[in-house]
């Protein structure tokens, strides 16, 4: 459980079909939690000059404005149908959508997007709004993109960094509400350094280096698999690049779970190269984890 009980899972909206799904996926998210869902529309037009209500002559429901408000009331709507039990509030917020999702993710469990809203492009893998709030949240975000599963596992990537850590807890977490087992995935090519100046040799006992990813592995996992009985762990040893199996695993799971950065990745990286990747190449959902709330108890 997070530390701030209040804190409400957030979905944006934007009128697509894509954004309809989210709100079904984070109304889900919220029953798993028991938390309120916040259904939020970011209102750009305000910042454009442009006429808000109705043209003259035409029907007083007419507007931008009542446009976003029926936006909004349809996303509630559907939110209900999937999860009658939870609390649902919405609101229409002056403001272009990354800026509107940032200060919602301040106070928020988790933020859901869909992968692209009615501004994407056909040919782009992933629209803006979710590729800049996934490197700035303050919260994870979980991105609606490929196949949506009920039966395959929750698959996370597992490097042994601090980030790391924190998207295994959350993938626990994720695995046991959805009563469904979890994939540890933890890829290797050759030693890296660890930090700055450390020195490799230049002969690697690969035996030897093998085991010892093992043991990042198995060290990895073991501690949550004793705070979580009920799920059942598939540890995953790859030799190849991370990324790749990561999206390769993905195409059965349920859901996919990465740190925003590895222990590769360069410190002034918003995001690292992997979850750069895997977020523009899943095959199923996607969780970035960059900072997850104090747990209560640990």
């Not at 028991?34 to 970011?42: C, E, M, S």
């Not at 990354?98 to 988790?110: F, G, H, K, N, Y």
């Not at 601090?162 to 626990?172: C, I, K, M, T």
């Not at 991370?242 to 993905?250: C, D, F, H």
């Amino acid at each position: 459980m997070v530390g701030n009980a209040g804190a409400p899972v957030v979905v944006g909206v934007d009128g697509s079909e894509i954004a309809l799904h989210a709100v079904r996926a984070a109304a889900r998210e919220a029953a798993f939690r028991h938390r309120p869902l916040r259904i939020v529309h970011a209102f750009i037009w305000p910042l454009m000059n442009v006429p808000l209500g109705p043209a003259p002559g035409a029907p007083g429901d007419g507007g931008l404005r009542n446009q976003a408000e029926r936006c909004l009331a349809e996303a509630v709507a559907e939110a209900g149908k999937v999860a009658p039990e939870v609390p649902v509030t919405g609101a229409v917020i002056d403001g272009a959508a990354t800026p509107v999702l940032l200060a919602e993710a301040r106070d928020a469990a988790l933020i859901v997007l869909g992968n692209r809203g009615l501004g994407g492009f056909a040919g782009l893998l992933l629209g803006s709004v979710a590729v800049q709030v996934s490197a700035h949240a303050d919260c994870p975000v979980l991105v609606i993109r490929g196949e949506s599963r009920a039966d395959g596992p929750v698959v996370v990537g597992v490097d042994g960094s601090e980030l790391s850590q924190q998207a295994v807890r959350f993938a626990f977490e994720e695995a046991a509400w959805r009563g469904s087992d979890l994939v540890a995935v933890h890829a290797w090519l050759y030693p890296t350094p660890a930090g700055p100046g450390d020195i490799l040799p230049l002969v690697y006992d690969l035996d030897a280096f093998r085991e010892a990813e093992e043991r990042t592995l198995a060290e990895a996992v073991a501690g949550w698999s004793e705070r979580y009985p009920e799920v059942t762990v598939r540890r995953r040893l790859v030799r190849g690049s991370p990324a790749s199996a990561l999206v390769e695993e993905s195409r059965d799971a349920q859901l996919t779970v990465v740190g925003a950065r590895g222990r590769g990745a360069l410190k002034g990286l918003l995001l690292g190269s992997v979850s750069h990747t895997v977020l523009h190449h899943a095959h199923s959902p996607l969780a970035i984890v960059r900072k997850l709330r104090t747990v209560e108890g640990t």
